[in-house]
């Protein structure tokens, strides 16, 4: 175990959280314009960087744990703990540099992902609306052997929704 291996791994799950974004803002996209075509294709894309950003998440765990008991840090420290516990030289800056990277894109990360779910729960609202209003009635025949369900009302549904 060693602090070179961590910052790899550190480097690694940054680039991921950039994938994750890129993803995230695609599906964006997507949503706005209300082209729904690839939305599937795009959730199961972020879902596998999902998978792969949880496994370099443990990876950097145990590394960093590792480092942490070179250094003389608590088991489970931060970034920016073990920043204050790295021997002289560049670790402790390289740590804080990666904390605050790590920071600014998890919450760039938050804020798309909120909003597109936001999104989406407007698109099903939107949805269930519609279907609700164009649902058969339960009306019984007349005496004429018809039903009066869906007399003089104009229903206008976009398939691309």
Known sequence: MSMHEASALLWEERELLD????????????????????????????????????RVGLARAVELNGVAAEWNAPE??????????????????????HAAGLAA????????RSANEHLIRGALRATQETLADSSTSTSTYNARGVTDQGRGVARLIDKEM
């Open 105 to 112: 894109t998890v919450s760039e990360v938050e804020q798309v």
């Open 76 to 97: 489970g420290a931060g970034l920016r703990e073990l920043a204050e516990h790295a021997p002289d030289g560049p670790w402790g800056e390289i740590l804080t540099s």
């Open 19 to 54: 994938v994750l974004l890129f993803k995230l803002e695609a599906e964006q996209m997507m949503l706005t314009a209300g082209n729904t075509r690839w939305l599937n294709r795009a959730t199961q894309e972020v879902a596998a960087v999902q998978e792969r950003l949880s």
